[in-house]
């Protein structure tokens, strides 16, 4: 995201987010895998409605993007974003036992 941010060329950026996109759809079937196989054939189903429901809060980044880019630069609000994503996956990790022993 931070190369995003800082291209200033158009197929070097389409590039990046083409990458960038791969990576999501990768990353949201890796989760979902581990989130189905964790879960026990009881909460299975609870715990996929849970993450489906975080997932919805997606417009809620994009307006804190917004927010951001109009606060500061578009490369600024791109790191800061970028930034908070890791702190949040950090956080996560980190207060999760089971994460921690993956």
């Given at each position: 995201m931070v190369?995003?941010?800082?291209s200033r060329s158009y197929?070097?950026?389409i590039g990046i987010l083409f990458f960038m996109g791969k990576a999501a759809a990768l990353s949201e079937n890796l989760v979902?895998?581990?989130v189905q196989t964790m879960?026990?054939?009881e909460t299975r189903?609870?715990?996929m409605s849970v993450l489906r429901m975080a997932?919805?809060?997606n417009p809620v980044g994009m307006i804190l993007g917004g927010l951001l880019t109009a606060a500061f630069t578009n490369e600024i609000?791109?790191?800061l974003g970028a930034g908070m994503a890791f702190g949040a996956v950090a956080l996560a990790i980190g207060l999760s036992r089971s994460a921690r022993g993956l």
């Open positions: 190369g995003f941010a800082f197929p070097l950026s979902t895998a581990l879960a026990s054939d189903g609870r715990v997932d919805s809060l609000a791109l790191i």
